[in-house]
Structures are given as structure tokens and as C-alpha cells.
């Protein structure tokens, strides 16, 4: 109830903060087109385990097209939108962002040789599935940082209980950890096996609290300081606010710059030269968590799961990077990313993964 109270009153201040000035026009939408490709693992750091979050994997396009009711996941977001008064802060922002993903995502218990359902850990979990997303900047023209802000729906339609994440897993550990990693045997008791449709409704508000230019070239930032607040309700319904820090030298919005890969924001930048830009970055975030269905289930009878209790209600997440773009081509590199342990369990643990990813633009 606790994490409740915090959601309802931290949603509150969301809605305070995030309202934006009303526009005598329209948004514009941005005109750039874009692909990523984004892997998540564990092998990544220095700390594999290949447990817990064992494996995410993300494709991602971004471009005015991707936001046309035809595909289906931009009318149900814009209705979704509306349902939660959204459409009017997208509706009054100056410059806009839309795109669609495709994706999956696995968790694991510590111990993969086991068929039958270990109490004193977390269960098996996987997550496919597709979204709708757009992201809508607040005085986009503005001169001056403070005064922008941006605002991010997405909508997702996914199926738990798949098997992708057994494949996959099964498959790295056959072809690169032969005899040293044991394949694991006990996907059967996943959470949903078989298949059940989930949805989930994310907004994400963010605004820049520090920037630094390159007294000779303004529009080339050197420093940047961001405060990002997020909402979700559905199959992982919880809150969660944070800062992301940036330094290096870079073009890059604060906006179109994503650190988490599972996102479909463009990372398309505009050169101001032919240097290479690159920034280093890093997040942290507070968590609060009332429903995880990986953990606790849905609607579809699974044998183990867990109750509320053995569910941990806050969470801490810090990550970690590397950005280099070339022009057309960006690539991201995260060897540290961190959570808190998602359980109260015996086996309670925190863990870390890492992820690569690649956008091309145009």
C-alpha cells in the first residue's frame, strides 16, 4: 500500500510538472527516419551470470510513417492518449517523434538444471512483444534548456509464456558455453506457459537541468544534466525517477538521446562538422513497484509464482556508456547495467547486465 500511496502522489506531480503552455499551431512532426538494433545480455559484463535478466533483444524504426492508424499500435496509443489525457500535451508541444518496436525479453532463476519450480527464487518469465511510441518536446525552439521538456507515450500489445527466451538462451549455451553453462530445462514452468496477451501504457516526462556549450560553438554541447519521471501500468505496473548525466562532445537533444536500448527514440543527430561525436553517460533511478507480472502472474493459472510479500516494492537501477556517432550511424555500448533485487527470497540477488546497440538514420 506503501508503493501505492507513493505512485499515486509522485503520478500527481507528474501531471503538475509535465503540462505544457498552449501553442497558437500544431506540432511538427520530425521528418527522420530510423533502424536500431539493440541486444541486452548478461555476457556483456564482467559479471555474467546469465540469471535474472538473461536476455532482451529490440528492433526499432522510427519516421512520420510509423505513426499511421493502419498499423494498428498507433491508433490504439492514441487512444490510450486520450483515455489518460495525454492527446492535449502532445497536441501543444512544437516537434514530434514517432516510431514502432519489436521485442523480447527473458528472466531466469539461479539455477537453470532444475524441471520443477524453485521456491526460493524467481521464476522463469518471457515478454514478446510490439509497441507504439511517440514523443512530443515542449518548446522545442526554445534557446534556453529550461525552459524544454518532452513527453514520451507508448503503447504495448505482448504475449507472455513464449519460448523465444528458452531458444535463444538454450542456443548461447550450446554454441558458445559448451560444457562450462548447463542448458536450461525448466522454461515449462515459466509464468504464463503456452501464451496469455498482456498490455502496458508507459509515459516518460524529462527535462533538462544543466547544460554546457562550447563557448565556440554553441549548438556543440560538452556537459548535459537531465531529470527523467516515468509511469507504468500493465503487466509491470510501477514509478520511477531518476537522473542521466552526459559529457562529451555531442549535438545530440536531450530528447533523441535514449540510454535504454528497449526504447524507440531516434538517436539521429545533426552535424555540425565531420568530427565524430561521442558522449559518455550514466543513470540512476528510484523504482517503486505495486505489480510485476513476470513475477507474480496474470490471469492464466502457473504453478509457482509470487505472492505480494515476496515481491520488493523499491527498486535502485544505475547504468552506464558509451555513445559514438558517425554521421548516419550511432552506436551505444553500455557494459554496466544494475538493478536492485527484484525479490524478498532467500535467493535474493542483485544483478547486472550489459547491452550493444546499432541505429543507422537518414
Known amino acids: 500500500m506503501k508503493a501505492l500511496f507513493l505512485i499515486i502522489c509522485l503520478t500527481a506531480v507528474f501531471m503538475a510538472v509535465a503540462q505544457p503552455p498552449a501553442l497558437k499551431r500544431g506540432p511538427v512532426h520530425d521528418s527522420s527516419y530510423g533502424f536500431g538494433l539493440i541486444f541486452d545480455q548478461d555476457f556483456f559484463t564482467p559479471q555474467n551470470q546469465d540469471r535474472n535478466y538473461t536476455m532482451g533483444v529490440s528492433i526499432n524504426i522510427n519516421g512520420p510513417v510509423y505513426d499511421k492508424n493502419y498499423f494498428v499500435l498507433p491508433l490504439l496509443r492514441k487512444g490510450a492518449d ?4 495525454i492527446k492535449k500535451w502532445h497536441n501543444e508541444g512544437e516537434q514530434y517523434i514517432t516510431g514502432l518496436q519489436l521485442f523480447d525479453g527473458a528472466f531466469t532463476p539461479l539455477n537453470l538444471e532444475s524441471t520443477v519450480p524453485l521456491r526460493d527464487d524467481r521464476p522463469y518469465g518471457n515478454i514478446l512483444g510490439v509497441a507504439s511510441s511517440r ?7 526554445s534557446d534556453n534548456p529550461g525552459e524544454q521538456s518532452s513527453i514520451t507515450s507508448r503503447f504495448v500489445v505482448g504475449i507472455l509464456g513464449t519460448r523465444v527466451g528458452e531458444a535463444v538462451q538454450s542456443y548461447i549455451h550450446k554454441k558458445f558455453f559448451y560444457g562450462k553453462r548447463a542448458v536450461p530445462v525448466g522454461w515449462p514452468t515459466q509464468i504464463s506457459d503456452g501464451g496469455e496477451p498482456t498490455l502496458l501504457y508507459q509515459l516518460q516526462y524529462m527535462k533538462p537541468l544543466y547544460e554546457e556549450v562550447n563557448p565556440k560553438e554553441p549548438r556543440l554541447k560538452r556537459i548535459q544534466a537531465t531529470w527523467t519521471m516515468e509511469a507504468n501500468i500493465g503487466y509491470y505496473t510501477n514509478m520511477a525517477s531518476g537522473f542521466a548525466f552526459r559529457i562529451g562532445r555531442f549535438t545530440t537533444p536531450f530528447w533523441k538521446f535514449t540510454n535504454s536500448g528497449m526504447s524507440t527514440v531516434s538517436q539521429k543527430v545533426t552535424r555540425i562538422d565531420k568530427k565524430p561525436e561521442f558522449s559518455f553517460f550514466v543513470q540512476f533511478r528510484g523504482r517503486a513497484v505495486v505489480y510485476n507480472a513476470l513475477l507474480q502472474g496474470q490471469f492464466k493459472h502457473t504453478d509457482y509464482v509470487l505472492t505480494g510479500n515476496q515481491v520488493n516494492r523499491f527498486l535502485l537501477e544505475a547504468e552506464s556508456g558509451l555513445l559514438l556517432n558517425l554521421g548516419k550511424l550511432t552506436l551505444i555500448y ?9 525479490t524478498a527470497l532467500p535467493l535474493a540477488r542483485s544483478h547486472s547486465w550489459g547491452s550493444a546497440a546499432v541505429y543507422f538514420n537518414w
Open 135 to 141: 514523443t512530443t518536446v515542449i518548446n522545442a525552439s
Open 334 to 342: 553500455e557494459p554496466f547495467i544494475m538493478r536492485t533485487s527484484e
Open 82 to 85: 486520450r483515455l489518460f489525457g
